[in-house]
């Protein structure tokens, strides 16, 4: 990697609290295989994640990093977890509602429409959505679960420690949603976006890499996600 991890924590600290945050997202040369295993991921890992409306403390840590190349946008979490809820179940089943799982929005324009949602639990049930709006501005809640990336793929794997998840979404497929501002990004590109965590053991909490001020949509707050650049 070109990329300083001194420089990358320096950026991290000194936006701490800052809405909104800037993250960068290094490009990798590396080829990275989907299964869930980390011991190869060399980009830094962020966090750990906060309450999701207050910035306090979480039961368990959330870590999340983030890399990309050419075609795809590829995303690592760790998630401590010591007591598992959840099962495997089928593609785009509203495991948001039921089960311990990792998610990431992206908007790039940070609007509030046509943004995506992507859904992993620890037994890699997985949804990918698209919402088309959230606020009376654009019409009220509208979203769409039939929506699919192609090429997308999300694999789990349970550790001692809890679960580690890998994500790989392919730039191509994102460049068809239309009036989403998914252009295939280059070096200096920057997106709006967040990362997040629902945690149903023994206290349920909401938790996000960048957490918000507003309270009304609960995750969804586009206009207060993180900045993640893309860099080399």
């Given amino acids: 990697m070109k990329f300083s991890t001194f420089i990358y ?11 909104s945050q800037t993250f960068p ?12 295993d980390l011991s190869d991921w ?6 750990p ?7 306090e403390k979480a039961t368990q840590n959330t870590m999340v990093s983030l890399s990309w190349n050419d075609e795809n946008l590829y995303i690592a979490y760790r998630s401590v977890d010591t007591k598992i809820v959840g099962k495997p179940q089928k593609k785009d089943s509203k495991i948001y509602e039921s089960d311990d799982l990792v998610e ?23 949804y990918d959505m698209l919402l088309k709006c959230i606020s009376p501005e654009c019409g009220g809640w509208k979203t769409a ?24 979404v392919p730039f191509s497929s994102l ?5 989403g501002g998914f252009a295939k990004p280059k070096t200096g590109t920057k997106w709006k976006a967040n990362t997040f965590r629902i945690d149903y053991g023994n206290t349920t909490e909401y938790l996000a ?11 969804h707050h586009p206009e207060e996600f993180a900045v993640f650049e893309f860099v080399e």
């Fill in 175 to 179: 460049e068809k949603i239309k009036n």
């Fill in 9 to 19: 924590l320096f950026t991290f600290l000194s936006s701490i609290h800052n809405y």
């Fill in 49 to 55: 994640f906060v309450i999701h409306n207050s910035g």
């Fill in 104 to 126: 990431v929005f992206i908007d790039p324009d940070g609007d509030g429409k046509n943004y995506i949602e992507i859904g992993v639990n620890a037994y890699s049930a997985n």
């Fill in 25 to 36: 997202i290094p490009k990798t040369s590396e080829k990275l295989i989907i299964d869930g």
């Fill in 209 to 219: 890499l960048q957490d918000y001020k507003s309270q009304k949509f609960g995750f």
């Fill in 145 to 168: 679960m039939d929506f699919n990336i192609d090429g997308f793929e999300a694999i789990s794997k349970i550790t001692p420690e809890g679960f580690d998840t890998e994500i790989k």
């Fill in 42 to 47: 060399k980009t830094p890992f962020l966090g």
